[in-house]
């Protein structure tokens, strides 16, 4: 038997903040659409350097092929 793929992707965070305490989402998939009113938004742990108001990210899960001849 084939051992399980890897998961692969992308991973999304969103951080709601109340009046008590803040809740945290967490979801993954190969894409991510979001629009917002504004935010920070975070890439590999960098923020980016205004806030935004809409996003989006693909992730292809195989690595690019290459052929030589």
């Given at each position: ?27 993954g998939g ?40």
């Amino acid at each position: 038997t084939l051992p399980a793929p890897v998961e692969t992707g992308l991973t999304t965070r969103v951080t709601h903040r109340g009046l008590l305490r803040r809740r945290r989402e967490t979801a993954g998939g190969r894409a991510m659409q979001a629009g917002f009113e504004s935010a920070t938004v975070h890439r590999d742990g960098v923020a980016h350097p205004r806030p935004l108001t809409r996003c989006a990210w693909y992730r292809h899960t195989r690595d690019l092929l290459l052929v030589r001849p």
